[in-house]
């Protein structure tokens, strides 16, 4: 079981940027994972998925977030990033790491306008 520990959030002003990062207990390249993403879940709504990577594949993002943010990764970090920029009040949410089925604790992300 691959143990995913996200960081990187917090209060900012609308129109501000933060880089959530998410640190994987073993290295993300030599695990073959269909996917590799970050989800979000605002208070009183359900999970969303915000981008990610399917093996071999380029990165998809919701249309919400497109233009906004980017994902990569580092794989001699073991560690996968969302660059969020141009933040809104609506992106105010919990941020997960998500690798198939591991998932981390989440992050608080908090845009205030």
């Known amino acids: 079981q691959v143990q995913l520990v996200e960081s990187g959030g917090g209060l900012v002003q609308a129109g501000g940027s933060l880089r959530l990062s998410c640190v994987a207990s073993r290295s993300i390249f030599s695990i073959n994972f269909n996917f590799m993403g970050w989800y979000r879940q605002a208070p009183g709504k359900l999970r969303e998925l915000v981008a990610g990577f399917r093996r071999f594949g380029t990165a998809n993002y919701a249309d919400s977030v497109k233009g906004r943010f980017t994902i990569f990764r580092d794989n001699a970090k073991n560690t996968l990033y969302l660059q969020m920029n141009s933040l809104q009040p609506e992106d105010t949410a919990v941020y997960y790491c998500?690798?198939?089925?591991?998932w981390g604790q989440g992050t608080q992300v908090t845009v205030s306008s």
């Open positions: 998500n690798a198939d089925t591991c």
